[in-house]
């Protein structure tokens, strides 16, 4: 009987990095991991730059079905022309850096901690990011607390022009451990 190799979805075509990804993500399961709240000691500080392309922008909007002309212009017929606002020129919808706070706020070089949720957070947008901007996005880890006998790691996030120290966003939010 000859050994099949396992194959990808074929509804969902991957490349081969993501297929490596996967696969390494997989692997690491079996790894020790250790519980969000005992990997996370308050004052714990990351941070990490992302540079906010029209193409993201694009990718972004699309995924949520929001096709407003602020955040880029789109014609029938044509990838990418330039976007305007009542800013000026095109701006990064408002809740995009918010889903990149998770990419930010897990040391990725530690095993990820299986059963971790999101359970709460609180977002201020201070100034609207205009696309193309390079932001910083910092996390700090600013109190453990257990409640109703669950344990829970709240962060505080900032997102800043890398450029000139703009501040764009803050949010705070919670992150249940098992």
């Avoid at 022309?81 to 800013?87: A, L, N």
Wanted: hydrophobic share 40%; charged share 20%; proline share 6%.
């Amino acid at each position: 009987m000859a050994a099949t190799v396992p194959t990808t979805d074929a509804l969902r075509p991957m490349t081969e990095i993501q297929v490596q990804q996967t696969r390494d993500f997989v692997n690491s399961l079996n790894e020790k991991s250790q519980a969000y709240w005992d990997m996370v000691q308050i004052g714990d500080e990351l941070s990490r730059d992302l540079t906010i392309t029209p193409e993201l922008v694009i990718m972004y909007a699309d995924a949520v079905e929001d096709y407003n002309p602020w955040y880029e212009a789109w014609l029938m017929n044509s990838w990418h022309i330039e976007g305007e606002s009542p800013f000026g020129g095109a701006i990064v919808p408002p809740m995009l850096v918010s889903h990149f706070v998770l990419a930010v706020q897990f040391d990725h070089t530690k095993p990820f901690a299986i059963g971790s949720i999101h359970t709460y957070h609180d977002s201020q947008i201070v100034e609207p990011i205009p696309v193309g901007a390079t932001v910083r996005i910092h996390t700090r880890a600013a109190d453990k607390f257990i409640k109703r006998d669950r344990r829970y790691v709240r962060h505080e996030v900032t997102v800043t022009n890398v450029a000139d120290g703009t501040l764009y966003f803050t949010e705070v939010r919670d992150i249940l451990s098992r």
